[in-house]
C-alpha cells in the first residue's frame, strides 16, 4: 500500500457525513493512489474490483455481488431500517485510459500505456468511502446499492451492467454518478436538470470514385476532391439547419486515402471519420439525416458516391429534474449555497452513465477538483486531487440518508 502524503483534508464541509469520513482520509488516499499505480482498461479491471471487494469486507458492507457487466461489482448496505422498502443507487467508475503517463510522482502508473487520466481511481476511492460511512452509521431507512462499473471510456460499461440484470436484481428507484471537474474549484459542485452531457455518435464516410494518374485527372473521379468538400459543407448542417438555441457539434476528426508515397497516384477510395455530439433525439435525428442527404449529393455531383455509416454509442446523459433539484439540495448542505452551481453549462463530451438515466430517474453531477496548475482530463500529466476525496464520500452518503430518512420511533 502506498503511503499519503496527507494525514487530513485541506477541504471542509458541513455536517456528520464529512466530519467521520475525514477520519480516514488518509486511507482513502492510500486506496486512490494504489488503483491510479495499477490502471485497467474497460472489462479487465480485475485488480480494480479485486482491491473493492476486499474494502468492501473490510468496510462490513452486507453483501458484494460480482461479475455483473463482467467485471463489474456491487455492494449492499442496509439501513437500521428497512420499513421504508426504498433502494437508492450509487456509481462509481472503475476503468482507465489507453495513454503514457507522463507525471514523476511515485503513484504514477505502473503499466505501460496507461494511466488514470479522467479520475476513476478517484471516484472509486470515493465511493469506498461512502460504503464505510454507511456501512458504520447505517443512518438511513432503506438499501444503499453501490455500484462500481467498469469500462465507461467507450466500452459502455453501464449497459453491459444493465443488460446483466443490474437493475432487476436492485430495483433502485434513483441512481447517482458524479465526475471530478478541474473546470470547478474544490469544495464546489455543480449539475442542471436535463441534458448534462452530449450524445456521442461515431460517423464514418466511404467515398467511392474512380482512380487515376494525378496528370490525367480528367479521367478519374477523385475521392480526395470529393472529401474536401464533404469536410467543408457538413459545417453548413449546425449553422444552416439547428436552431440557434439548440446545440450540435460535427466534427470530422480522420481522413484516409491513398498512399504519401505516390504522389501522383489518385485513389479510388476515400475514407472520412468523425463524431456528432447533440442533446437531444430530435437533434440527433436531423443531424444523422442532413449528413446522409449532403454527402451523397455532393458525391453525386462529382460522379462518385458516398456512404454514411452513422453509429449511435452513448445517448446524452440526461438528469430528471427532481432528482437534479435534490442532488443540489444535498450539495448545498455540505457545502453551502454559494459553491453549488445548480445551472453548470453541458459539456460536449460523452458518458455512459447516460444508460442508467434511460432507465432510472437520477443525477450525474461535477465535483470540482481544479486549481493552480491544475490538468483537464484526458491529459497525460493529470492527478486526481485528493483533498475532495471526503467531500465527494460524503456527498455519495448524503444523498442515501437525506433520500431515505430514519422514521421518527
Known amino acids: 500500500m502506498l503511503a499519503p502524503a496527507v494525514t487530513a483534508p485541506r477541504l471542509k464541509a458541513n455536517g456528520r457525513a464529512f466530519a467521520h469520513i475525514a477520519q480516514y482520509h488518509p486511507e482513502l488516499v492510500a486506496l486512490r493512489r494504489d488503483l491510479h499505480a495499477h490502471p485497467e482498461l474497460g472489462f479487465e479491471e480485475v485488480y480494480t474490483a479485486a482491491r473493492v471487494q476486499e474494502a468492501l469486507r473490510v468496510c462490513g458492507v452486507d453483501e458484494i455481488h460480482t461479475g455483473i457487466g463482467k467485471t463489474g461489482v456491487v455492494g449492499i448496505v442496509h439501513g437500521q431500517g428497512r420499513a421504508s422498502g426504498r433502494m437508492i443507487g450509487l456509481r462509481a467508475d472503475m476503468d482507465a485510459l489507453t495513454m503514457t503517463e507522463h507525471n514523476e510522482f511515485a503513484w504514477k502508473s505502473t503499466r505501460n500505456g496507461m494511466m488514470h487520466g479522467c479520475g476513476h481511481d478517484g471516484h472509486t476511492a470515493m465511493l469506498v468511502g461512502a460504503a464505510r460511512y454507511l456501512a458504520e452509521t447505517r443512518n438511513f431507512d432503506g438499501t444503499a446499492v453501490l455500484i462500481f462499473q467498469p469500462g465507461e471510456e467507450g466500452f459502455a460499461g453501464a449497459r453491459a451492467m444493465i443488460e446483466d440484470g443490474l437493475f432487476e436484481r436492485f430495483p433502485v428507484e434513483a441512481v447517482y454518478g458524479m465526475h ?37 485527372a480528367y479521367l478519374a473521379t477523385d475521392p480526395v476532391l ?172 448524503s444523498l442515501v440518508e437525506q433520500s431515505m430518512p430514519l422514521q421518527p420511533a
Not at 469544495?187 to 436538470?193: R, Y
Not at 456512404?307 to 452513448?314: C, D, L, P, S
Not at 471526503?390 to 456527498?395: D, F, I, K, N, V
Request: net charge negative.
Open 180 to 216: 471530478n471537474w478541474p473546470g470547478l474549484r474544490p469544495g464546489k459542485i455543480g449539475l442542471t436538470p436535463g441534458p448534462m452531457m452530449a450524445a456521442a455518435d461515431k460517423v464514418t464516410i466511404e467515398i467511392t470514385g474512380k482512380g487515376g494518374h494525378g496528370a490525367h
Open 226 to 397: 470529393v472529401a474536401a468538400h464533404i469536410i467543408t459543407a457538413v459545417q453548413s448542417i449546425v449553422s444552416r439547419n439547428v436552431r440557434p438555441l439548440d446545440s450540435a457539434v460535427v466534427s470530422l476528426c480522420a481522413m484516409q486515402a491513398g498512399d504519401v508515397h505516390a504522389m501522383s497516384v489518385i485513389p479510388g477510395k476515400a475514407t472520412l471519420v468523425g463524431t456528432v455530439r447533440t442533446f437531444t433525439a430530435e437533434v440527433q435525428e436531423l443531424v444523422e439525416r442532413r449528413l446522409t442527404e449532403l454527402c451523397s449529393a455532393i458525391a453525386l455531383g462529382f460522379g462518385a458516391t458516398a456512404k454514411v455509416n452513422y453509429e449511435r454509442i452513448y445517448p446524452a446523459t440526461t438528469n430528471t429534474l427532481r432528482e437534479a433539484m435534490f442532488a443540489a439540495d444535498v450539495a448545498q448542505s455540505l457545502v453551502g449555497a454559494e459553491q453549488v452551481v445548480r445551472d453548470l453549462d453541458p459539456s460536449m463530451g460523452a458518458e455512459d452513465f447516460s444508460f442508467m438515466l434511460q432507465v432510472k430517474p437520477g443525477a450525474y453531477m461535477r465535483i470540482g477538483q481544479g486549481g493552480e496548475g491544475s490538468c483537464m482530463l484526458h491529459n497525460s500529466r493529470y492527478d486526481f486531487n485528493d483533498d475532495i476525496l471526503p467531500l465527494g464520500s460524503a456527498l455519495h452518503a
